[in-house]
């Protein structure tokens, strides 16, 4: 049997009602900050995440599905969201609309090849926005409120909020100089990766999992005493902000995450739950005043974050979150292959009319009608019999009480719509 690749997952009955729930929440919450959607290809030009993720990074130089088309392009699936919004943003001239910031959220598929296990697969879903043309640490602030309050809404508890500056380009390459000459005689100690890091990136060895545990990690100089005056009170101003909007959080001087691009504020929330597990880094992002710029377009402040599905799908289920969906209204059951065709055209004009409405279409007998009633538990049954329809008034059963209605064929919406939308308050 062909199998799904490895690293993938299918969304059925299994997790397909948490998804859309949270998909929906998503949507209404970015109507809410007044974002808006945009949406970009699933492959780009390899060199768009190479110039824009940065060489250094472990999701471009080991995790890129990388292949050529027919016209022998180099190209590579999405291992994420920023760099093809912000080609989107150059591309599309969106940096001269007058309406700034211009604030963009986008949901769907990335692509990273990594080694799959709990909640790190290799294809996953991320939700993000990216803010274009604006400085204002209100908006660094906004980034981490969004997540926060998607998880609030969801009635997620167990959420911590770490946030870092790495400063501008001056306090960074301050910052670099001292990172060098602090590993430079620890150098032969450090992973390959890591001394491959100190001569291209040495703020990523702060970021690594082998090498963390080491003394010359714990006590490497912190970016925070290397921020020059402007980037100090960016950062202070942020810490302002998520206190107004009452966000607690800390502050993690080793936060440097894991793409080239951030400049001055970063941030990170974690699952804070027992037995979660490693992959507990629900979502992350940040300042990244320099990539606009990069991938050739005018000087441009931006911010943004992006989170996992995956991994709040994860959260969800280890706080033990139900997610009720409003259920089925109306379920019909005609009683003879003769009421089949009253019963379908009630079933669109219930459709129609707002309900949620299903039939039976097996042909089932009675009794077997009636497991698959407890199957879906519709709020009201109605029998259709040839008595039904001679006479033109329907029988409309409750499920919950099993109370029988007998009501007019020409009254059955207002009558529906009243009882539903009583039991709905
Ligand atoms: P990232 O930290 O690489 O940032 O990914 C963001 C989130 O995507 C992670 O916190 C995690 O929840 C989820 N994620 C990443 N890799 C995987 C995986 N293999 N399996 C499941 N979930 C995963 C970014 O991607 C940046 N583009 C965020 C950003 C937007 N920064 C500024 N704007």
Not at 150 to 170: A, F, P, Q, R, T
Not at 372 to 393: A, M
Request: net charge negative; proline share 4%.
């Amino acid at each position: 049997m062909i199998q799904k690749p490895k690293g993938t997952y299918d969304v059925y009955k299994e997790n397909n009602k948490e998804i859309k729930y949270i998909e929906k929440l998503i949507e209404a919450l970015m109507d809410k900050y007044n974002y808006e959607y945009v949406r970009t290809p699933l492959f780009e030009a390899s060199e768009l995440f190479h110039r824009g993720v940065g060489e250094t990074s472990d999701i471009v130089s080991k995790e890129t599905y990388d292949f050529k088309d027919r016209g022998d392009r180099s190209m590579t699936l999405r291992p994420e969201g920023t760099a093809g919004v912000v080609r989107s943003f150059i591309e599309n001239k969106r940096y001269a609309d007058p309406n700034i910031p211009v604030k963009n959220w986008y949901y769907g598929p990335m692509y990273r090849y990594e080694r799959p296990q709990s909640g790190r697969f290799r294809e996953f879903y991320q939700f993000g926005v990216e803010v274009f043309g604006s400085n204002d640490p209100m908006l660094d602030a906004e980034i981490i409120s969004i997540p926060v309050n998607l998880y609030k809404l969801i009635g997620l508890k167990g959420i911590k909020v770490s946030i870092n500056s790495l400063g501008d380009i001056e306090s960074r390459l301050k910052y670099k100089e001292a990172l060098i000459e602090h590993f430079k005689p620890h150098i032969d100690d450090l992973c390959d990766d890591c001394k491959n890091r100190f001569l291209k990136n040495p703020l990523r060895i702060l970021d690594c999992k082998i090498d963390h545990d080491k003394e010359c990690m714990k006590n490497a100089p912190k970016i925070i005493d290397y921020l020059n005056e402007e980037s100090l009170n960016h950062f202070k101003k942020v810490q302002e902000y998520l206190e107004v909007m009452e966000i607690d959080y800390k502050v993690d001087p080793n936060i440097v995450r894991g793409l080239d691009y951030y400049t001055n504020t970063v941030f990170e929330v974690e699952a804070d739950i027992n037995g979660f597990g490693s992959n507990n880094v629900l979502c992350g992002g940040g300042r990244y005043n320099g990539l606009v710029e990069t991938l050739g377009g005018p000087k441009t402040a931006a911010v943004g974050f992006a989170l996992g599905l995956e991994r709040l799908l994860n959260a969800i289920k280890a706080e033990n979150i139900k997610i009720e969906d409003n259920g089925l209204d109306i379920y019909i059951i005609p009683m003879s292959e003769n009421e089949k065709e009253y019963s379908y055209k009630l079933c669109q004009d219930l459709r129609m009319n707002g309900f949620k409405t299903d039939i039976d279409y097996m042909n089932r007998n009675i009794k077997a009608n009636f497991k698959q009633v407890d199957r879906l538990n519709p709020k009201y049954i109605i029998i259709i019999g040839e008595e039904e329809i001679n006479s033109k008034i329907l029988t409309v059963k409750e499920n919950l009480n099993k109370k029988e209605y007998k009501v007019k064929e020409e009254e059955i919406l207002d009558f529906l719509d009243e009882k539903i939308e009583e039991e709905d308050i």
